[in-house]
């Protein structure tokens, strides 16, 4: 697998992962029985899976790449677009993640904040990923030198080779599905 196409599979574990952060938000909404904890567990997801390992390698390789070598126009795309939407998913995060302490303190207004930065998170990110898929990833690929995709793909390797001596890919992975068990099944 090239590190694009690896990169194109995280995106579906990443899609899916939005599909349980939907249906709990179904659950807070009509005022089901939830585990709270599971939203930080979902965080942990995100934080680490999602931003960490895989936004990780899109902005130390891909877009960085892309940045060097495309031009302004790419570097516009990238900069302002990309990496201001991995910002703005942060930022919903870390505001969900507060959210969610509130009501386990008893605030059970910010139910409405759960589920507001909850559900933004989920629409910028598939937004996020469509764009990724059918036109960044794409422009990168047909337009990057032979030489440069070549340097990609050692980085990649070596950096999935690290993440797999501490099994990350193996833990969230195991995470989404054991939530995907709970909430989707
Ligand atoms: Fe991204
Ligand atoms: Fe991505």
């Given at each position: 697998m090239t590190c694009i196409e690896l990169m194109?599979?995280?995106?579906?574990?990443?899609?899916?992962?939005l599909a349980v952060i939907r249906r709990l938000c179904g659950r807070v909404l009509n005022n089901e029985a939830v585990d709270y904890g599971d939203f930080f567990v979902?965080?942990?997801?995100?934080?680490n899976y999602t931003d960490k390992h895989h936004h990780g390698k899109e902005e130390a390789m891909l877009f960085a790449r892309m940045m060097e070598e495309l031009g302004p126009t790419a570097e516009k795309i990238i900069r302002h677009g990309m990496l201001v939407e991995h910002e703005f998913g942060r930022l919903y995060v870390k505001e969900l993640e507060d959210a969610v302490r509130r009501v386990l303190e008893g605030d059970m207004d910010a139910r409405l904040d759960v589920i507001a930065n909850a559900t933004s998170y989920t629409h910028l990110l598939a937004r996020h990923i469509d764009k990724e898929d059918n036109v960044i990833y794409k422009y990168g690929q047909n337009n990057l030198s032979k030489e440069t995709m070549d340097r990609l793909e050692r980085e990649c390797d070596a950096f999935e080779q690290t993440a797999a001596e501490s099994k990350t890919q193996d833990k969230y992975l195991n995470i989404l599905k054991e939530l995907e068990a709970k909430y989707i099944a």
């Open positions: 194109v599979d995280e995106h579906k574990k990443v899609i899916r992962m979902i965080v942990d997801f995100i934080r």
